[in-house]
């Protein structure tokens, strides 16, 4: 049998593994690691060879289906939008633009199919977009947007040369980086004590990554805003600054100064968990370190003091003198360089909010958890049809289960997915894209946010059916159906034709060969898109360099330490805060926080038998004093409340917890009805963001707050 190897990359996680791909006839028979990929050197993790079993899921959908009762049925591709287009016009004729709303999902940011979305999005002209970006990195983007004027200028790790480095809120020896692009993360954070440096781990769980590290510090969940103020207190009180950094790049030290003046190690040591002689110390070895950074992610993004906790992560590195070097946190030069170009994007922030008032729109979007409620609530500016592009936010997002009724309640429903999920079960229409090993793609977004600088390469291993079309190809069609009639008819074909000629990997050739490494710009020795397709596993750009001076979009062109609103978010946060932290109330003893499993991937994975195999993984890990306390044994069956909601799941005890806290992973619980995911519907599992509160979220950014939630655990009678 024809035998062929094909080279490309799992587009499973941000790290983007280099893979080989053995095909034997029509069937991949072996995934491996490929040694020759400039970024992950040859490693993979398990969830790698789920591209294989994706790609022949009987599962997956392969041609667009139609609800007729509760059943799907295929449509062909033009009926399929001719439809899409007469009713999602109509409802805008009626009811105006806003009246469509859009939910844009993780996966698709791992294709540049996403340019297309978003230009979906334009032609919506909705105010009504929601993405999983406002229960993940949203944070990130406002501490960024504050302190260096983009969103785009979330700074990198160093991790290939720190001497020490920090990690809060985040677990990338399992989720292998995210916001950094760092394959093969468990490796270089070995390898920062190797070559003689230090690892610290925060997290109120001794986590996969906290066992690579030289200590660990188990903060109570949320306490990390009290921990960072009172470092920076310690770092400040003792003289331990680089001012002369500070001095030539940053404002508002006096301002930073005076805002942390209170918050001594003794005053947060309650609120973090942490004991006051652990946080001198740790400000202390922070600052004699050679360099040293902090890197924070998911577990303090999901917070509501998530905007804050991210600003005072960057103003530690800033103050430290770690900003914009070596072994610091950094700015990649990526192939086309967003990171320039960021600072002139509008941010928006509030120009608009959900109709409640309670949720701002940042970046021309409203905080997902507004949802439900902006389907449910009746009246104008209600949302009467949606359009969901690879997002499953009935399991992703807190809704208080109101989401299935709100998505069922709908004029009309469309999704491009590939399956029939917790979500699209509700759709009227689902187009499904090709399979991920039947496109080409040039990834640009995770170059902006990699460890090293380099752009690697994405090869078809499949050709896709004669009929099938990608994710980029389904959003040009929607474009030209939803745009206004007179411009529709007069440009249709036009549009149609001109979407042909403009494939993301026609512009990404485009824009690699007029980026700073581009032929256009360096001549013959320059980068094209001919070089990157012959290289066996991408093109390595060198270490990351110091360029914030270039990048910087503030109006002095200096670091903002002190943002007025941040500063008064602090002085609310100290100003009410009792001796010792309030106890849940009623009863709710316990903090929920989140875990990823090196297996699963969000929601979406489940339905891949190797990588659900073995016992179930939605359990609550317990304390063993907490388990004892209640009178509960390791294994049985329990119900975990909150004030949203209850969920019954399995019981795990550990002493990795931290007593006082319990941790379930999200993105479980298929065993809804009408699910097309046949062995994710057999498995055991409920859907942790029962639980979660929508109200609760970062006042600054609208996040929402999943790892703030009290609960209790009781027996399952
Ligand atoms: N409680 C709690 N909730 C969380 C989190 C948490 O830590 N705790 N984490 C949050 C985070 S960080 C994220 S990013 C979100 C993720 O949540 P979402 O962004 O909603 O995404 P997924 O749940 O991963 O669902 C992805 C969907 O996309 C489909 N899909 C996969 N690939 C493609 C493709 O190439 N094209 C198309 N069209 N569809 C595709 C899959 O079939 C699946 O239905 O979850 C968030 N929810
Ligand atoms: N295997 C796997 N890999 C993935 C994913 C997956 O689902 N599975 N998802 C991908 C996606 S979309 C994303 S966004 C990234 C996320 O990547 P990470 O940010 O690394 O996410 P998590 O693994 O959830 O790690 C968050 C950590 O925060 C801790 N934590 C919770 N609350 C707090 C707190 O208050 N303070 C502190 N200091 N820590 C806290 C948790 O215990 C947990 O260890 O992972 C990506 N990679
Ligand atoms: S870490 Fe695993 S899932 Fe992520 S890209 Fe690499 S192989 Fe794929
Ligand atoms: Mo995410």
């Not at 979305?117 to 501490?143: H, M």
């Not at 002689?277 to 924070?296: K, Q």
């Not at 090709?434 to 380099?454: G, I, M, T, Y």
């Not at 979660?692 to 999943?706: C, E, M, N, Q």
Request: glycine share 8%; proline share 6%; with cysteine.
């Amino acid at each position: 049998m024809d035998t062929r190897i094909v080279s490309r990359q799992c587009t499973l996680c941000e790290a983007h593994c280099g893979i080989r791909v053995t095909v034997e006839g029509d069937r991949v028979v072996r995934i491996e690691g490929n040694p020759d990929d400039v970024l992950s050197e040859g490693y993979i993790c398990p969830k790698a060879t789920a591209m294989g079993a994706l790609h022949h899921d009987p599962d997956r959908l392969r041609t667009p289906v139609r609800r007729v009762g509760d059943r799907f049925e295929p449509i062909g591709w033009d009926e399929a939008f001719r439809e899409i287009g007469q009713r999602l016009r109509r409802i805008r004729a009626e009811h105006g633009p806003s009246a469509i709303g859009m939910y844009l999902g993780n996966p698709a940011a791992h294709s540049s199919s996403v340019l297309y979305g978003v230009l979906l999005r334009v032609a919506l002209a909705t105010r009504n977009f929601f993405s999983a970006s406002s229960i993940d990195q949203f944070p990130q983007e406002f501490a960024a947007w504050r302190m260096f004027g983009s969103n785009v200028l979330m700074p990198v790790a160093d991790i290939d040369r720190t001497d020490r480095l920090v990690i809060l809120g985040a677990n990338p020896a399992v989720s292998n980086g995210s916001v950094t692009t760092m394959p093969n993360a468990k490796q270089r954070i070995k390898r920062v004590r190797e070559r003689g440096g230090t690892v610290v781990v925060i997290d109120p769980r001794r986590t996969e990554t906290a066992r690579l590290a030289d200590q660990h510090i188990a903060v109570v969940p949320g306490g990390d805003v009290y921990l960072l103020l009172a470092v920076l207190n310690v770092l400040i009180d003792e003289k331990l600054c680089d001012e002369r950094a500070v001095g030539a790049r940053c404002s508002g030290w006096d301002e930073l100064r005076e805002t942390v003046a209170q918050c001594t190690p003794e005053v947060a040591a309650p609120h973090a968990g942490v004991d006051a002689e652990t946080i001198r110390g740790f400000a202390r070895d922070h600052a004699a370190a050679r360099s040293a950074v902090l890197y924070a992610r998911i577990g303090v993004c999901q917070q509501v003091t998530g905007t804050l906790t991210h600003w005072l992560v960057n103003t530690i590195n800033a103050v430290t003198g770690n900003l914009d070097r070596a072994g610091g946190q950094m700015f990649a030069t990526a192939p086309v360089d967003a990171a320039r170009y960021g600072k002139y994007l509008p941010m928006g922030h509030g120009a608009w909010t959900d109709r409640s008032g309670r949720y701002k729109s940042f970046r021309s979007e409203l905080p997902v958890a507004a949802l439900a409620d902006e389907i449910l609530t009746e009246g104008r500016g209600q949302i009467r049809a949606m359009v969901t592009y690879a997002g499953n936010p009935v399991l992703s997002t807190p809704q208080r289960g109101r989401l299935d009724a709100a998505l069922e309640s709908l004029d009309f429903f469309v999704a491009v997915d590939m399956y029939v999920t917790e979500t699209t079960r509700h759709a009227d229409i689902i187009l499904p894209p090709v399979s991920q090993l039947e496109r080409e793609d040039v990834n640009l977004l995770f170059p902006v946010f990699s460890v090293r600088n380099n752009l690697r390469y994405d090869a078809r291993v499949f050709e896709p059916p004669a009929d099938g079309l990608e994710d980029w190809e389904i959003m040009a069609r929607l474009v030209t159906e939803v745009v206004p009639l007179p411009a529709r008819r007069l440009t249709g074909r036009m549009l149609n034709a001109m979407f042909e000629r403009l494939s993301p990997v026609r512009l990404a050739a485009l824009g690699i060969a007029a980026g700073p490494y581009g032929v256009l710009r360096r001549g013959r020795t320059g980068l094209t898109i001919t070089k990157l397709r012959a290289s066996a596993g991408g093109i390595d750009l060198g270490p990351l360099r110091p360029r914030l001076r270039t990048l910087i979009g503030t109006r002095d062109r200096k670091v903002r330490l002190a943002p007025q609103d941040f500063r008064a978010e602090v002085a609310k946060l100290l100003a009410d805060l009792p001796a010792t932290p309030p106890a849940g109330a009623d009863g709710f003893d316990l903090r929920l926080i989140g875990r990823r499993h090196l297996r699963s991937n969000n929601s979406w994975l489940h339905n891949v038998p190797a990588m659900v195999k073995g016992r179930d993984r939605c359990t609550v890990l317990m304390h063993p004093a907490d388990a004892g306390a209640r009178g509960l044994a390791d294994g049985e069956p329990v119900t975990v409340t909150s004030s949203s909601g209850s969920i019954v799941v399995t019981l795990e005890v550990g002493d990795d917890i931290r007593p006082g806290t319990v941790a379930i992973p999200h993105g479980w619980g298929h065993r809804e009805p009408g699910v097309g995911w046949r062995v994710a519907a057999s498995l055991p599992g409920a859907n942790v963001n029962l639980l979660h509160d929508p109200a609760l979220v970062d006042p600054l950014s609208g996040t929402a707050a999943v790892n703030n939630t009290w609960v209790k655990v009781s027996t399952t009678a």
